[in-house]
């Protein structure tokens, strides 16, 4: 793929490079594959523009600057935005209701990451993400960081669900790198954590947030990725006011506040809330914008919230009251 973002078609290895340099000096977003960026970019500097600041100019098109690295998807997070591509949780729970067949793997994890460094050349790397599942369940970095010849430039960086707190020998190997950025997956606190992250616990994350702010290096530093749909959009100034409260600003990255994708997406509201929003936030407001950006019908939203709430006996009314009578 031309990069992480793109759905497809897949291209060949080697016609990779040649086939970027076309989309870049296109017409902007010209490409459908494209939109996903197009639509973050509205609201804040996406993914793609994170790069700017990561990976220097010159460096030769046989040497890599960023790498994230997707080799283990063992989670124990069902979340609602998720589902079996990126959730071994999400797959044995859809095998219980016969909508999915776990396959076996062929090759082992340290076999697949051994691969990715046999074929790239990280020299110059200076980030390195591990994304999951839960990277904090998986060995995945452990076998990839050995392979880091300049880890005093290097950063590492890890997108967690918050709900497993990382090893001593794990945090002790951080020591070495440039800096570390914990990149946490919280979509809201209290009981509406609980619901949209299921089965994963508050109290839980809460206190491996508290207890990893406490007990690590200035080199640590730290993120939130905050996923927003029709059920949680309401409740972002609740959610603003745990992080100013919760993390030092001098280690403190920021909040990158973007919609869902597919069913859960933000763009599935109803106009009672899309008014409301309004009303709240006010009409300059990135939320009140995001809302704005092609509405569409939500039977499917609906369908899907109706299905797991009878598979998990949730209610959504009851972790998000505020809003019961505003979906339509």
């Known amino acids: 793929m031309p990069c992480c973002y793109w759905d497809g078609p897949a291209i060949d290895f080697a016609e990779i490079l040649s086939h970027r340099k076309v989309i870049n000096i296109s017409t902007p977003w010209a490409h459908q ?17 994170a790069g700017l600041n990561v990976i220097p100019d010159g460096i030769p098109d046989s040497k890599i600057a960023w790498l994230d690295i ?8 069902g979340c609602l ?27 082992t994890l340290k076999q697949n990451v051994e691969k990715i460094f046999d074929t790239l050349d990280v020299s110059e790397l200076k980030l390195i993400q591990f994304l999951g599942g839960e990277p904090f369940l998986s060995d995945v970095d452990k076998f990839a960081l050995p392979y880091i010849k300049n880890p005093e430039q290097c950063e590492i960086k890890y997108t967690t669900n918050g709900s497993v707190y ?19 997956s919280i979509d809201g606190i209290g009981e509406r954590f609980e619901y949209l992250r299921y089965p994963l ?7 491996n947030v508290r207890r990893l702010i406490d007990n690590t290096g200035d080199n640590v530093r730290f993120h939130i990725n905050h996923t927003l749909t029709p059920l ?17 600003k001098n280690r403190f990255v920021g909040v990158h506040a973007h919609s869902a994708y597919g069913v859960m997406s933000v763009s599935s509201s109803g106009a009672k809330l899309r008014e409301k929003i309004k009303q709240v936030y006010g009409a300059e407001h990135n939320l009140t914008k995001m809302l704005e950006d092609n509405p569409r019908t939500n039977n499917e939203f609906w369908k899907y919230i109706a299905t797991w709430d009878r598979r998990r006996s949730q209610r959504w009314q009851l972790a998000f009251p505020d809003i019961a009578g505003d979906m339509t």
């Open 33 to 49: 594959e494209c939109q996903k960026c197009r639509r973050e970019e509205q609201y804040k500097p996406g993914y793609r523009r």
């Open 166 to 184: 990382p090893q001593a020998d794990r945090i002790q190997r951080w020591e070495d790198f440039k800096s570390v950025l914990i990149n946490f």
């Open 70 to 77: 997707q080799a283990d998807i063992t989670c124990n997070g």
């Open 81 to 107: 935005i998720c589902g079996p591509w990126n959730s071994s949780y999400w797959q044995s729970e859809l095998a219980r209701y016969g909508e999915f067949q776990v396959s076996k793997t062929v090759n």
């Open 201 to 207: 616990k508050w109290n839980k994350v809460h206190d």
């Open 232 to 248: 949680n959009i309401f409740y972002y100034n609740e959610f603003e006011q745990w992080v100013d409260k919760t993390f030092p």
